[in-house]
């Protein structure tokens, strides 16, 4: 059974940058590709980002490439997303995902990852 904490959430002013974290305990997380999602209120869940096994291959939404970066540690057992020039419209709670043990690669729709954490609140407001 693997479980996910995020952390690093919090309230930032246009433009700044948050990093947040996200630890994974249990086994095969060096095994699987992790992710990064986003909900805001009244809306779906939405994908963020995703990075593969060996963090050798990573994706970005539309609306995130070039201001956030995924990365990950493996000897930590940590998934990151680094957040710079954010944006009001970035407001949302941010979870992490991971696929199953053995899934290794890359995936954006929701329903490929099998774990998620309980969330962690950023919001940008001046």
């Known amino acids: 059974q693997v479980q996910l904490v995020e952390s690093g959430g919090g309230l930032v002013q246009p433009g700044g940058s948050l990093r947040l974290s996200c630890a994974a305990s249990g086994r095969a997380f060096s095994s699987s590709a992790m992710g990064w999602f986003r909900q805001a209120p009244g809306k779906e869940r939405e994908f963020v980002a995703t990075?593969?096994?060996?963090?050798?291959?990573?994706h970005y939404a539309d609306s995130v490439k070039g201001r956030f970066t995924i990365s990950r540690d493996n000897a930590k057992n940590t998934v990151y997303l680094q957040m710079n020039s954010l944006k009001p419209e970035d407001t949302a709670v941010y979870f992490c995902?991971?696929?199953?043990?053995?899934?290794?690669?890359?995936?954006?729709?929701?329903?490929?990852?099998?774990?998620w954490g309980q969330g962690t609140q950023v919001t940008v407001s001046s």
């Open positions: 990075i593969s096994w060996s963090g050798s291959s990573t």
């Open positions: 995902a991971a696929r199953s043990a053995g899934y290794m690669l890359i995936a954006v729709p929701s329903t490929a990852y099998d774990h």
